[in-house]
Structures are given as structure tokens and as C-alpha cells.
């Protein structure tokens, strides 16, 4: 007799464990076994679990008696070679096991989840006798199927523990339980109204209609509403039970009536949780400017050239306008765009525009989107095969770069500069920007980024031939950049100028602006009322019991908040060391800068936009509609404000406090300063009036305001790359952060101390550290800082293996449960 091949499949897990595991394929499912496909896998000796087949071969990778493949749910793969290549790149760059890669990519809704099922057990006589109602009822069900969840048994038996009924029934040896996987995705289903085959008929039509007249009034309605809804006989529309009902004011008891006489029928049909927003604009018809032309052209230039695009387009320049031409491009060549963008903040303005132009072919995947319209957004990109209903354009936050693209032909990252793209909790810690260069280069796809004021990396690159640098240095149509001064608040305070946190120059600004009807934005890089409570005897402040920071004051909720842990506590009445009753306020944030400008600028109508106020689903919309409808006169708020809005009547725009932004201890505050600045300072004067900013810091002769105030991003280039060169910082190295974490901080202290001598030992690097990060206790953990500068000349595979083979080593060395090592790699 011949032996059939033993086959084997190497599974991708969703455990945060190296490598893949190997399974046997039992016989009977290797004609549903193919790579791609999710399975149903033994894991440990009591646990099922759900991963995906990677390989199919006949040799066993493991040493260990392999297991069987209990199940293989899919009829074809979601997930292709090329995806994997791109998960195990991400692994592989940023030093994380391959299943965290997958848990980040898989929508939650498509990752299997274990049920508990119910069979009649194989030795079930039949005998009911013995049973009570409730079981009878159970066991009832099961002898017309073969097994029931313990949901649909709850449904049936309406029994509030139904899993106490189920175990005794095991008890009674009269049913079984099984644990099986299921996708939590399901379709949403809709019950569709339709008018039955005999009443299509003229004639037969007309003698219902009298009949109805005569007896029922309700029902007569009903079939008028329907006939006029679907435009009958034609029946161009397909009608939903909920809106016939709706419409004929009529109720469901009167629609019953109908269907049991056989004049309608109802079926039950998929639908779409998509947004399904007609095209408004063509896009055939959009004119770009001479310059947006010439930049779209070299734009394409660099496409033909293979090389990514760098596209440095100063505020208002019309960015936008050029991606929807790409995009249109793509379109008619029928491939998917993949448009990433760094936060939902900017994603609502951004993507009105898109619908505009694309209608139902742009979807929006961002954090906000819930699980079940993320499964059917997958589900349809998996599908894509350039019909006219398919999705082609895909604008979303970092997470988007997983998202299955079945053909790819354009990739967009804007505000390529944001450090929102980078993730750091938890693993993968990857950089969408980086990642998507990677996706385009392995996929062949053209990828431009842009931004008014671009990454020191970008740009060097750029300016080092590795990416096309194509540049749009003028605004759209007639506008002029916004006028930057720079306000001196030590100046205002030593003449006692200052009205609380303004200075007259800001103050008057503003006033100007009301008066001739302009909207104002102020930015306040710290979110709460004040940035902290202190003692005004002996200096002490309250801080966090859990995190080794202040805590913040919160006037809307009266409370102390740690914006690490969440932490809130009542505010004390006195000093906790000396019992002085003198407790001042320091430093302000968002919400003190509302309540003042509100009480400065008496009739203004002020509105917040920071984390706290945007928590809700539609909070950001409601915030930037108002301020779009001119229902707000000035918009306070965080980094959120900063961010590629389009507000066609802002004329001021005040940056509070520009020194905590500059002197914030990081190699990039002189980056990210310039950035927040230009940033928030084109959003003044988009439209026709010039705008005017003004920047409020005690040191107005720091290099950094200098250059904002003149637009100067090429010396601000020259003068950070220059540092960075001679610091060894990035783009001039690769920075690889360890971060050791234990509750005791003796022990993080000592594990931090060996790993970095082990580091030091086997690397040529430079290995700084361990340090007290700044905040250097979180949520009762002690923390330690290493830090790694792999030089950029070299090929970083190897030092990276040995960085993560050291760290396994702590790891093992320290009892894994009382110290933790994260490593981050480009932790920025
Ligand atoms: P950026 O993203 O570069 O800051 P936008 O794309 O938001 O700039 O453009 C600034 C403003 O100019 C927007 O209101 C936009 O609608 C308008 N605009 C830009 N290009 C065009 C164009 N070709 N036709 C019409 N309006 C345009
Ligand atoms: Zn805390
Ligand atoms: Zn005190």
C-alpha cells in the first residue's frame, strides 16, 4: 500500500514568541490547506488557538512531536506572500515577534475567537425523562442541529446561566462541549420589501387596490408608499422594511398582514456599514496652478525614476489638490491608493474633500472606525478587482500601511513629518512613514510624502539623491504667507504689560481680528487648566502616587490629573510638607487660556480642541464644524490645532508659550519647535487676506523663532543636520532605545547596569545609558533608559541580532515577571 506524504504547516501565532510553529496537516484538510488561510490550532495543553498558515511543507522544523491542524475555516487566503513579506520586514526592523505584527494587522473582528459549543453527547439514548424544562428544552434544540453556542442556547432557553444548565447536562452524560473558533465578524443584515410575482400584473394590481380601499386603509397605504418609493414598474430602488414602515407611518402589524396575504415579500439581504457618499466634483475638471502642474509633473518624473518622492510644499500651497490628481491617475488605471495621514484631527477636513471627488471609492480606517466596518473594509480590499463599486482609496492613520491592497499604485504620506506615525505601545513599534517606504519598495508601488516643513530625515535624503525632492514654495492663488512677529514676554512682564497670559501684542491682534469678523486659533502645546499646583512656602508640588510626575489641574472636573496613568485626586488645601495654606498655580494650559480669553475678549465665543474634549466619536467634527460654520470666534487647542486645517477666515493665530517647546530636553525640540510653528502659522490667511502670527517667548532672539518667522526651513535644515552630524544622532545613526521596567527599582537599576555592559561588551557602537528617562516612573514601574547609535554606514542586521539575543539574555538572567526590556527601535 502507498503511503501518502505526511505534510506539515508552518503557523504564524498571534504570540509574542519568535519563529513560527509546526503543525501536521491531517489528511482530510489538505485539500483546503493553502498559505494565507486561518487555522485552527492546539496550543499548550489546554488552549485552542487561531493563527495563519505561512508554509506548507513535507519536512518537520521541529524537534517537538507536532500537533494536528484542528480546522481551516477559509475557503480562500486573506492574506498574501507579499503581505507576509512585509509583516516579517516589520519584525525583523523593528525586533518583535512575528505575531505581534499579525495582531496589529488583523482586524480584531477577522482574528478567530473561542466558543464554547453544545452536541447531544454520541451515547444520548433519547430519553427525556429525566430532564427538567429548561434542559428538555436544550436538548430539544440539539436533535435538529448539530451543535449549538452557548449564545444561541441562551436565546433559546432564555435561561440567565445557561452555562449551569449545560454542565449539568455533561454531568447526565447527555450532551458534550466543544471549543470551536469563529470569525466575530458578521455582515450587516437588512430586510428588503418587495411586491410579490402575482401583483406585478396591471390588472391583478388594480382589484388589490379596491379590495384594500374598501377594508383596509392602513394596508392600502402601505402599497401606495412602496409604489411611490420604488418608482413602480420600473422598481429602480430596492426598499428597506425600516423605511416603508417609516414612510407609510404604518405599523409592522399592517406590513405582517400584507406579506401573509402573499402581496409582499421580504428577504433578508447584505448591507454595506460603509459610507456611501455620492461623487459631488469631477476630478477630469480640477485645474491645478502652473506651479501645482510642475510639481505634479516632477512629481511623476520621480515615479518613473523608481525613486520615493519628497514633496516640500509650503502651507496653502495646494498639496492636496495635486494628490487627488495621482489619485485620479491611479483610479482610471484601476489600482488602490493607500493615503496615510498622521491623526483623525485632520482626517475629517481631508477626507470631505476626497468623498467630493471620489464618492463611495474613499473609506476612512482610522482609530475611530469600530471593528465591524474595519472587517468589512478588509473584506472588500481583499475583493478588489477595479469595479466600479470597489473601494480604491483607503485614507488612514498609521495602521493603514496593514491593510490588504490587492493592487497597489500609489502610496501617499502626508505630513510625512509627524511624530503620530510612529507607534509606541504597544509592539510593533513601527513607523508608518518608514514602514510604507519599505511597503513601496518591496511592492513596486510609487510612494510620494509631503509636508511644509519635512523631516530632517526626509530631507536629507532628499538632498542626498535617495528621494526626488520636488518643491512648491508659494501659496494657492492669491494668498500671501501669514506675517510671523514674535512677542517678548519678559519684556511685557518686567513693563507689568502682560494680561494674564497675553501680551499686548497678541492681545491687540486679536482684538483687530474680532472686530473685523476673523476667527482666531491659539495654540497651547499642554492640555488642563495650569500645569501644576505649588506650594508657595516651601515649593512642594503634588505629584502622581503611581508616575514620578505633577500632576495637572482640571477646573472642568475640579480635579489633580496625571496625564501618564489617569490618576485624579481631590486638591489639597494645604501643603502636605509644611502645612502652609498658600498654594499658587504655575505654568497653564488649554483650558486656562479658554476661560481667559473668554473673560479678555468679553462676546468671543471660545472653543477647546484637545484630548479632553475630543474623546467622543464626533467630538472633533462638531468642533471643526463650528469653527467652519463661524459658530466660534477662537479655537483654543493642542498639537491637534497645528495640523493641516483649512479655515478659509482665520486671520490671527497665537502661539502661547513658544519656549516649553524649545527647550524641551530632546534632539528634536529645534525640529519639532520650527514644525509646531510654521505649522500653526499656516493655518492664518489661506484664502485671500493675509494672515498675521504671533509667537509669544521670553527669548525672542532664539535661533529657532528666528527662522519660523521667515519661513526658513532649508537653514533650519543646515544648522540641525550640522548637529546631528557631530552629536551622532539620526539621520547620521539609527538610534535603538532599551527601555528596562521593573515595580522594584533596585532591580531595573541592576538589569539596566548588566544589560548595558553586555551591550557594550559585544557592540562597536556607542551604547549610552542606563539613565533616568525623564519621566522616570510610570504606573509604578521604575524605568531605565539605554540608548544604542548604530552608525548608518553599515548593514544593521547583525548588530540589531545581537542587541535582541543580549536582551533575551537579561531577559532569562533577571526572572522574566520582575523586569521587563522593551527595545524600540528609531524610538524618536
Ligand atoms: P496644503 O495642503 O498644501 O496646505 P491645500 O491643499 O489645503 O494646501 O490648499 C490650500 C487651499 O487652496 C485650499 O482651500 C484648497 O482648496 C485651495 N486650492 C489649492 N489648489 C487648488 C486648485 N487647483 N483649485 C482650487 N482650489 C485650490
Ligand atoms: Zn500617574
Ligand atoms: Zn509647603
Redesign the pocket.
Known amino acids: 500500500m502507498e503511503q501518502e506524504t505526511q505534510h506539515f504547516a508552518d503557523v504564524l501565532l498571534p504570540v509574542p514568541l519568535p519563529g513560527l510553529f509546526t503543525y501536521t496537516i491531517p489528511l482530510e484538510l489538505m485539500p483546503e490547506a493553502s498559505p494565507g488561510k486561518r487555522v485552527v490550532v492546539p496550543f499548550g495543553p489546554t488552549r485552542i488557538m487561531a493563527g495563519l498558515i505561512r508554509k506548507i511543507t513535507t519536512t518537520c522544523n521541529t524537534t517537538a512531536n507536532p500537533k494536528e491542524i484542528l480546522e481551516i475555516p477559509d475557503e480562500e487566503p486573506i492574506i498574501q506572500e507579499e503581505d507576509f513579506l512585509f509583516w516579517e520586514w516589520i519584525a525583523r526592523y523593528y525586533l518583535c515577534a512575528p505575531g505581534e505584527v499579525m495582531q496589529a494587522a488583523l482586524p480584531a473582528m477577522l482574528r478567530l475567537e473561542s466558543q464554547t459549543s453544545v452536541a447531544l453527547h454520541p451515547d444520548f439514548d433519547g430519553d427525556k425523562t429525566t430532564l427538567s424544562d429548561q434542559e428538555f428544552l436544550v436538548v430539544e434544540a440539539l436533535q435538529y442541529t448539530d451543535r449549538l453556542t452557548l449564545k444561541k442556547l441562551t436565546d433559546i432557553t432564555g435561561h440567565p446561566r445557561v452555562i449551569n444548565l449545560v454542565q449539568g447536562l455533561i454531568e447526565k452524560q447527555v450532551v458534550v462541549a466543544r471549543e470551536t473558533m469563529s470569525e466575530a465578524y458578521r455582515p450587516k443584515r437588512v430586510t428588503v420589501v418587495d411586491l410579490a410575482q402575482p401583483y406585478r400584473d396591471e390588472k391583478a394590481l388594480e382589484e388589490l387596490f379596491n379590495t384594500l380601499e374598501k377594508r383596509a386603509y392602513k394596508q392600502l397605504e402601505l402599497l401606495m408608499t412602496w409604489i411611490r418609493l420604488t418608482g413602480f414598474p420600473e422598481r429602480t430602488a430596492v426598499i428597506l422594511r425600516q423605511r416603508l414602515l417609516k414612510e407609510a407611518s404604518a405599523s409592522p402589524a399592517a406590513l405582517t398582514a400584507l406579506v401573509d396575504k402573499g402581496v409582499f415579500t421580504e428577504s433578508a439581504q447584505e448591507a454595506s456599514r460603509l459610507d456611501k457618499q455620492p461623487q459631488e466634483k469631477d476630478p477630469e475638471e ?4 502652473p506651479s ?1 502642474e510642475q510639481a505634479l509633473q516632477q512629481i511623476q518624473d520621480g515615479f518613473s525614476n523608481n525613486k520615493p518622492v519628497l514633496l516640500h ?11 487627488i490628481r495621482l489619485i485620479h491617475e491611479a483610479i482610471k488605471r484601476k489600482q488602490q491608493v493607500l493615503y496615510l495621514l498622521p491623526e483623525i484631527a485632520l482626517t475629517s477636513q481631508i477626507i470631505n ?1 476626497m468623498k467630493a471627488y471620489f464618492g463611495h471609492k474613499v473609506q476612512v480606517f482610522h482609530s475611530r472606525t469600530n471593528d465591524h466596518e474595519r472587517a468589512e473594509l478588509w473584506k472588500n480590499l481583499i475583493s478588489f478587482n477595479g469595479h466600479d463599486d470597489d473601494i480604491s482609496v483607503v485614507v488612514c492613520a498609521r495602521s493603514g500601511i496593514f491593510l490588504p491592497f490587492r493592487n497597489p499604485g500609489l502610496i501617499i504620506v ?1 505630513e510625512e513629518h509627524d511624530h503620530s506615525f510612529k507607534q509606541f505601545e504597544p509592539a510593533p513599534r513601527y513607523h508608518a512613514r518608514d514602514s510604507a517606504l519599505m511597503l513601496a519598495k518591496l511592492r513596486n508601488i510609487p510612494i510620494v510624502m ?1 509636508s ?1 516643513t519635512p523631516s530632517i530625515e526626509s530631507y536629507h535624503h532628499a538632498t542626498h539623491k535617495r528621494f526626488q525632492l520636488v518643491e ?1 514654495l508659494v ?3 492669491s ?1 500671501q504667507m501669514p506675517k510671523v512677529e514674535i512677542a517678548n514676554v519678559s519684556e511685557a512682564i518686567s513693563k507689568k504689560a502682560m494680561r494674564s497670559h497675553f501680551t499686548p501684542q497678541l492681545v491687540h491682534a486679536i482684538k483687530e481680528a474680532l472686530a473685523q469678523k476673523k476667527q482666531v486659533i491659539l495654540f497651547q502645546n499642554r492640555r488642563g487648566f495650569s500645569l501644576r499646583l505649588f506650594c508657595s512656602s516651601c515649593g512642594w508640588h503634588p505629584g502622581c502616587p503611581h508616575c514620578d510626575v505633577t500632576l495637572t489641574y482640571h477646573k472642568s472636573i475640579n480635579k489633580l490629573k496625571c496625564h501618564y496613568c489617569g490618576h485624579m485626586s481631590a486638591l489639597p488645601t494645604s501643603c502636605s510638607e509644611c502645612g502652609s495654606k498658600e498654594i499658587r498655580t504655575g505654568g497653564f494650559g488649554t483650558e486656562k487660556i479658554a476661560e481667559e480669553s473668554a473673560l479678555l475678549f468679553a462676546n468671543a465665543r471660545v472653543k477647546r480642541m484637545d484630548f479632553d474634549t475630543t474623546r467622543t466619536k464626533d467630538a472633533y467634527q462638531s468642533i471643526i464644524n463650528a469653527f467652519e460654520q463661524r459658530e466660534t470666534d477662537i479655537l483654543v487647542g493642542t498639537q491637534m490645532v497645528t495640523k ?1 486645517l ?1 479655515f ?1 477666515n482665520v486671520s490671527v493665530v497665537g502661539v502661547m508659550n513658544a519656549d516649553s517647546m524649545i527647550y524641551f530636553p530632546d534632539f528634536r525640540s529645534f525640529e519639532r519647535s520650527f514644525q509646531h510653528i510654521v505649522q500653526v502659522s ?1 493655518r492664518a490667511g ?2 485671500t487676506h493675509e494672515g498675521r502670527v504671533v509667537v509669544q517667548s521670553s527669548r525672542p532672539t532664539h535661533d529657532v523663532l528666528l527662522l519660523a518667522r521667515q519661513n526658513h526651513y532649508k537653514e533650519m535644515y543646515r544648522l540641525q543636520a550640522e548637529e546631528r552630524r557631530l552629536f551622532g544622532y539620526p539621520p547620521f545613526t539609527r538610534l535603538i532605545r532599551i527601555v528596562v521596567k521593573s515595580k522594584n527599582n533596585q532591580l531595573a537599576g541592576g538589569a539596566a547596569h548588566d544589560l548595558a555592559a553586555s551591550l557594550r561588551n559585544a557592540l562597536a557602537a556607542p551604547v549610552l545609558g542606563p539613565e533616568y528617562p525623564l519621566v522616570a516612573k510610570i504606573r509604578n514601574e521604575y524605568l531605565r533608559h539605554i540608548l544604542i547609535k548604530l552608525p548608518r554606514n553599515k548593514n544593521p542586521g547583525a548588530e540589531k541580532r545581537k542587541i535582541e539575543i543580549l536582551t533575551e539574555e537579561a531577559r532569562k538572567k533577571s526572572g522574566s515577571s520582575k523586569v521587563r526590556f522593551v527595545i524600540d527601535v528609531d524610538p524618536y
Open positions: 480640477l485645474q491645478l496652478s501645482q510644499g509650503v502651507t496653502g500651497s495646494g498639496k492636496t489638490e495635486i494628490y474633500r502626508d509631503g511644509a512648491l501659496r494657492y492663488g494668498a493641516g483649512d478659509s499656516g489661506r484664502h
